[in-house]
């Protein structure tokens, strides 16, 4: 540990990511442009959210990563290990005893609280790059609060699908103004944005971007007065705990079809498995 | 004059900026809530608080603009010193230190351009009182309502309504700091 500095990046670094974060907290939503460094990892794995977790990290933390809900994953286990090597943090998998949370497209069941800090990664933090490659006009349409194009794209949606097909990374707008893309969230998650205890952090290392939540902000997820936003799931409980109201994953079981639905959300599930509560399939093997 | 330049300083850079910045970020990302910030021992008339802020963000990269009393070799000579920071005007500065009558008028300094709201100057403003009443703000990172002691009202409600351009401001007193953001609502007390 002692061979890096604390939390590996350099104080000149962090001191730059940190100014971007706090102009990230005053202007809701807008993206901060910032000088993204290599990471000891590949674009795409989260260096976005190491170099701000790496920002906001103290040696009292006690520090937590997702990825798509689980602690478990190669992508969660390597940060997890980068910062306990780097920083010297305590680690946890526990949603409630973590200070700062580090997460790849998921936010926890669990309700989180003031003092905790929620860090995610994000691929593409520009919702409008689908829609308008080019970045010099999608800085002019944030700044002219020029959004049609994203209601036209969500109507066509409707147009062909018969309902807003958009599942996930699903365009909010903060407090009024900015359109934000939540990262690929699953739009399960996007009720959770808004009105959050917890201080919402994004990252997006390859983009080059840092964008900011502050606490009880209002959130709103872009939709028609006919065609309302709707939070959506598989029609499934949890086959290991039960849950009715987790984001669940599909987990193909054999070759024949078989099939069964799980939190996605890891330390949900175990503890709502230690307190008693079990699924159709928990224990037995998958038919 | 020389030992006072070099000391006052982080004793751990990496660990006491990390601590120092978590409570200003907490400040800015709850305006009006008040922070204990510690590690800095910068010369009069600079705050500890001041100090810490200083050293926390600043670096090469940021211009810095002394006004008032603030202004004079200790500071300049430990600013230098501390955080290589160049000192300028108050129209290139990034950020701005000084007293609140010192400070003014606002419109000397950038409130960002349209497509980059965030180039804008931070003002950190040293109070003689930093308390939990006056002042109701509301808006992002307030449940309901804080209370905090500004040293006036109108002008942060003149700021508040250029969003998304616009100041924000770091308050510090003593070994204290809060944080205004240019989104949050200013009532006078008594106007709710």
Same mark, same amino acid.
């Given at each position: 540990?002692?061979?890096?500095? /604390? ?26 442009? /910032? ?46 290990? /980068? /910062? ?63 959004? #049609? ?38 739009? %399960?998650?996007?009720?959770?944005? #808004? ?6 952090? %994004? ?25 309302? %936003? ?11 705990? #039960? ?14 079809? #078989? ?29 | ?10 004793? !751990? ?8 910045? @978590? ?9 009006? +809530? ?13 705050? &500890?608080?001041? $100090? ?5 963000? =600043?670096?090469?990269? +940021? ?8 202004? =004079? !070799?200790?500071? @300049? ?8 920071? &160049? ?5 290139? =500065?990034?950020?701005?230190? $000084? ?18 709201? !965030? ?20 808006? &992002? $990172?307030?449940?309901? +309502? ?7 009202? @109108? ?5 508040? $309504? ?10 510090? =007193?003593? !070994?204290?700091?809060?944080?205004? &953001?240019? +989104? ?9």
């Amino acid at each position: 540990m002692s061979d890096y500095n /604390f939390a590996y990046l350099d104080e000149q670094t962090k001191r730059m990511i940190r100014r971007a974060i706090l102009k990230g907290l005053a202007i809701p939503g807008y993206q901060v442009p /910032f000088a993204s460094r290599e990471m000891p990892m590949p674009y795409g794995w989260g260096t976005g959210g190491v170099q701000v977790s790496a920002a906001v990290m103290t040696p009292d933390d006690r520090f937590k990563v997702i990825d798509q809900g689980a602690d478990d994953t190669t992508n969660a286990v390597s940060i997890r290990t /980068f /910062f306990e090597r780097t920083a010297g943090v305590a680690t946890t998998t526990k949603t409630s005893q973590a200070s700062v949370i580090q997460t790849r497209h998921r936010i926890p069941e669990e309700p989180l609280s003031e003092g905790q800090i929620l860090v995610y990664q994000v691929p593409i933090p520009e919702p409008l790059r689908f829609l308008e490659p080019r970045e010099s006009e999608t800085r002019k349409m944030h700044s002219l609060e020029e959004y #049609g194009l994203m209601h036209v794209k969500l109507y066509e949606d409707i147009s062909r699908h018969g309902h807003i097909a958009t599942s996930y990374a699903y365009p909010v707008k903060v407090e009024g103004r900015y359109v934000m893309d939540p990262s690929p969230i699953p739009k %399960f998650d996007n009720p959770k944005l #808004g009105d959050m205890a917890a201080i919402q952090l %994004f990252g997006a290392g390859r983009e080059q971007r840092i964008y900011a939540l502050p606490p009880y902000t209002q959130v709103v997820s872009l939709d028609f007065e006919d065609h309302p %936003f709707e939070a959506s799931k598989p029609d499934h409980p949890c086959a290991m705990c #039960g849950a009715e109201n987790s984001y669940l994953d599909e987990v193909i079981t054999n070759d024949a079809g #078989g099939r069964m639905f799980v939190c996605s959300d890891t330390d949900f599930c175990e503890a709502r498995q230690a307190a008693g509560h079990t699924g159709t399939m928990n224990g037995k093997d998958a038919a | 004059m020389q030992a006072q330049t070099l000391s006052g300083g982080f004793a !751990d850079t990496a660990t006491a900026s990390a601590v120092a910045f @978590r409570q200003v970020m907490e400040a800015m990302a709850r305006p009006g +809530t008040i922070h204990m910030v510690t590690g800095a021992a910068p010369p009069a008339p600079l705050s &500890p608080a001041t $100090g810490v802020v200083l050293l926390t963000l =600043c670096d090469p990269d +940021t211009p810095v603009h002394l006004s008032g009393a603030l202004d =004079c !070799d200790a500071v @300049r000579t430990w600013i230098a010193f501390h955080t290589g920071a &160049p000192v300028v005007g108050p129209s290139h =500065c990034v950020f701005a230190v $000084g007293g609140w009558d010192d400070l003014t008028p606002l419109s000397a300094y950038q409130i960002g351009t349209p497509q980059y709201p !965030d180039r804008s100057a931070t003002l950190i403003v040293q109070v003689d009182q930093l308390e939990p009443n006056g002042a109701i703000l509301s808006g &992002p $990172g307030i449940k309901d +309502t804080h209370s905090l002691s500004l040293p006036e009202t @109108r002008a942060f409600q003149l700021n508040a $309504g250029h969003f998304p351009f616009g100041l924000d401001f770091i308050f510090t =007193c003593g !070994d204290r700091v809060a944080a205004l &953001p240019r +989104t949050t609502v200013v009532m006078h007390k008594g106007a709710v």
